[in-house]
């Protein structure tokens, strides 16, 4: 804030909607609508997210911004809030698709470049956590676009982790979806989600089920 700013100068002078401006003022600084703001406090402009407040900047240059990840973040969680592509996030931090992140790593935001010091960045972690190696079980009848939007995931994300599968293909009865992000170690691993029930009545249709699913005996005592 410099002298004289106001919440309407600066919406005014950076093409801002007034209302969005306020809403984000208070939602990052605690701004009460009428309050005078500070000559040199910092401001948030829209599109402003809680994440907001964990992206920092090495000095004054905004070219070097990095994110600090918190608990529940994954790859394609991150990617997802700043508009990028998992691979294109996973890239520019030196990472492969069956890295995954831990709370309080460090890692690179757009426009990140060269003149960056990337020793204040974390290394890639090659063990998959268990609550990583997810996998939905298919009611039947849904694109990976439909599971995408139940799982709060991207559909690009798990075409990349299906390849079996295209854009509008409808999945089985109990086809088994990977929910990114997806490692080799996962595959002894995994947590089931969306898991579908049914009443047995007799043995031949109880193995006649665990076929539909795709699933043996060992199997199925594993997921149940």
């Known amino acids: 804030m410099n002298p004289g700013d106001s919440a309407l100068s600066i919406a005014q002078k950076f093409g801002l909607d007034y209302e969005n401006f306020v809403s984000a003022l208070k939602e990052c600084v605690g701004y009460v609508e009428g309050n005078v703001l500070q000559i040199g406090q910092k401001v948030c402009v829209p599109p402003y997210s809680s994440s907001c407040q964990f992206v920092a900047s090495i000095g004054e240059d905004d070219t070097c911004k990095y994110y600090t990840v918190q608990y529940g973040d994954t790859l394609s969680i991150i990617s997802n809030l700043f508009n990028m ?36 960045l974390s290394k890639p972690v090659q063990e998959a956590p268990l609550a990583d190696c997810r996998v939905y079980i298919s009611n039947g009848g849904e694109s990976l ?8 995931l991207r559909e690009s994300d798990l075409l ?64 149940c």
């Open 160 to 223: 990349f982790y299906n390849a079996e599968y295209q854009s509008a293909q409808q999945t089985e009865p109990g086809a088994q979806i990977k929910l990114s992000p997806w490692t080799e170690s996962c595959e002894n691993n995994v947590v089931v989600i969306n898991r579908p029930y049914v009443t047995f009545i007799s043995r031949d249709q109880f193995e006649m089920i665990l076929s539909v699913l795709r699933l043996c005996m060992q199997g199925f005592v594993r997921v």
């Open 145 to 152: 676009a439909d599971i995408a939007s139940k799982v709060s």
């Open 85 to 120: 592509e998992v691979a294109e996030f996973a890239a520019l931090n030196g990472f492969n698709l069956t890295n995954t992140v831990k709370p309080m790593m460090k890692l690179a935001l757009p426009p990140w470049d060269e003149s960056c010091p990337r020793d204040i």
